[in-house]
């Protein structure tokens, strides 16, 4: 059964695991909704219902028929499919000449021409489904540009609507370097009020920047780590919104990501050939010797370390500095593999890496959930060179997984890793971020790989580390109660009563 309205909490996002991924987006989607209403919360979910979804454990069934979207498009309708996700009711809007294609936002030759239309209809529709079907939010929380057009459309609409008046907003950034940015035509399209045309509105340099409108009109602005909401304050990682994000200083917070912790869990993870914990280690090298013959590995890396690299093939996420440190890091007599897709040009360097270096370096080019489970597992040292990192959950799972990461110090990395040499390290930072800082540190590391009591011991220290969501959970809902006072949540009133 569906839980019914009233959600005083709803959450709009493009992606959802398990239903759709590209990437971190959809994991805290899948993990936060969740643990939300493990607090109390009436939560809902609302994303787009694509062609390409996975509906195998969770069923999705049509609950509305021909929804009106209203203004801009009074002619236009939509169904609503819902599933019901660990309790959590999840609102598919679905469209199919909008939604109905092979990729979420782009062909392997670039992005839809329609994005801009697309995510306008989205939000549009998404508010228009609140309505219809009397959702009677109290808190509307947007993630990333896809979504962020709803804050200015709410805005605006809580002067004039009084369905909309009471209504408090949230806009969280995952990826500040993902902006939406389309050209006035759509603007007039959107159905914006002109004022919102303005240097502290939705105009960026004449483009209409959907992520903007997010940071501009949410009553509360939040990214995924504190760390990186300091950095999106400077003109190194503001990505030329800094001057907004400054503006609205006293609105931006960062709250951490946490990772779900059933998803990923080596001793029960039904992707991997044996279970491990940090309890009994003995597992993990067994998992490494399936995975070098998976992945074409030689056997000589039994006794060698392994570095893994699972990400998306971009700049972001330096695998170009992994590929210019190759020499170095071959140097070092570890075997490399290397799990994503993106940049056909890395794609191709990959590739000939596989070449140069038979046995010793190999790529799995494509997107495949269980291979990620089975690379975290199988590899002894984890590399996270990203030139910034809004939280980053690989690294979490790298830790959960005692394979310890190398990792640049910006961003969430800086909040979820302890770098050795400190007493209770987990893992091992580098800055500035260069292929020779990556060398020089993947060899401090591999000497501590070398006395493996110590290695061991950080280990466990980082399988334990805490990324629970329920402390994350508790920060939205403590925002949240911020904004509205009235809002029910049984986990604070229960302590109230019992202090
Ligand atoms: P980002 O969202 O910036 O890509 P995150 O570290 O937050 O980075 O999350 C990435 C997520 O996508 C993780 O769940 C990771 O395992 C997954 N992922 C990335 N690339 C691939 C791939 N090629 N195949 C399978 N999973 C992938
Ligand atoms: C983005 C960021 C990543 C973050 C994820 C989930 O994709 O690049 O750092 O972990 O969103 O918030």
């Known amino acids: 059964m569906l839980p019914s309205p009233p959600h005083d909490v709803v959450l709009i996002t493009s992606e959802i695991f398990p239903f759709s991924k590209s990437g971190g987006l959809a994991d805290v989607m899948g993990a936060l909704p969740v643990a939300l209403r493990q607090l109390g919360l009436r939560v809902a979910v609302v994303t787009p219902l694509y062609g390409r979804m996975c509906t195998a454990k969770y069923p999705v069934r049509l609950v509305y028929e021909n929804c009106p979207v209203g203004f801009p498009w009074p002619e236009t309708t939509f169904d609503v499919y819902a599933a019901n996700y660990q309790g959590v009711p999840v609102y598919f809007i679905d469209r199919p000449e909008y939604f109905d294609r092979r990729g979420y936002y782009c062909t392997s030759k670039g992005d839809y021409f329609d994005n801009g239309e697309r995510f306008i209809f989205f939000c549009r529709a998404t508010l228009s489904l609140m309505r219809h079907l009397s959702f009677n939010p109290r808190i509307v929380h947007a993630h990333?540009?896809?979504?962020?057009?709803?804050?200015?459309?709410?805005?605006?609409?809580?002067?004039?609507?009084?369905?909309?008046?009471?209504?408090?907003?949230?806009?969280?950034?995952?990826?500040?370097?993902?902006q939406g940015r389309f050209s006035y035509r759509l603007f007039e399209l959107s159905g914006l009020p002109l004022e919102a045309w303005s240097m502290d509105g939705v105009e960026f340099y004449s483009s209409f920047n959907y992520l903007k409108a997010g940071i501009a009109y949410a009553d509360w602005v939040t990214t995924v780590s504190p760390s990186y909401a300091q950095e999106i304050l400077t003109p190194a990682f503001g990505c030329g919104l800094e001057g907004i994000l400054q503006h609205r200083q006293d609105r931006v917070i960062g709250i951490l990501n946490g990772m779900d912790t059933a998803v990923w869990n080596p001793s029960q993870d039904s992707f991997l050939p044996c279970s491990y914990s940090c309890d009994d280690l003995r597992g993990k090298a067994e998992c490494k010797l399936r995975m070098l013959d998976r992945v074409g590995l030689s056997h000589y890396f039994v006794d060698r370390p392994v570095l893994g690299f699972v990400g998306r093939l971009r700049g972001q996420k330096g695998i170009d500095m992994v590929l210019d440190a190759l020499p170095g890091l071959m140097a070092l007599d570890a075997g490399l593999v290397v799990l994503g897709e993106g940049n056909p040009a890395h794609e191709a360097r990959l590739f000939q890496a596989v070449e140069d270096y038979p046995g010793q370096v190999a790529a799995v080019v494509g997107y495949t959930e269980e291979m990620a489970h089975v690379i975290q597992a199988g590899t002894d040292i984890f590399l996270m060179p990203s030139r910034y990192e809004p939280c980053g959950l690989t690294q979490m799972y790298s830790l959960r997984y005692g394979t310890l990461p190398v990792a640049t110090a910006v961003g969430g990395l800086r909040d979820t890793i302890i770098p050795y040499p400190l007493a209770n390290a987990t893992g091992f930072m580098f800055a500035p971020a260069t292929a020779d800082r990556l060398v020089e540190t993947v060899r401090q590391a591999i000497a501590v790989w070398e006395e493996q009591e110590t290695w061991q011991e950080m280990q466990r220290r980082a399988m334990r580390s805490d990324f629970s969501w329920e402390r994350s959970a508790r920060e939205y809902a403590r925002l949240y109660r911020s904004l509205d006072p009235h809002l029910e949540c049984p986990v604070f009133e229960a302590r109230a009563d019992n202090p």
């Open 144 to 178: 990333d540009w896809h979504a962020a057009l709803t804050m200015a459309y709410l805005y605006f609409a809580r002067e004039e609507e009084p369905f909309w008046q009471e209504v408090k907003t949230v806009f969280t950034i995952h990826n500040l370097a993902y």
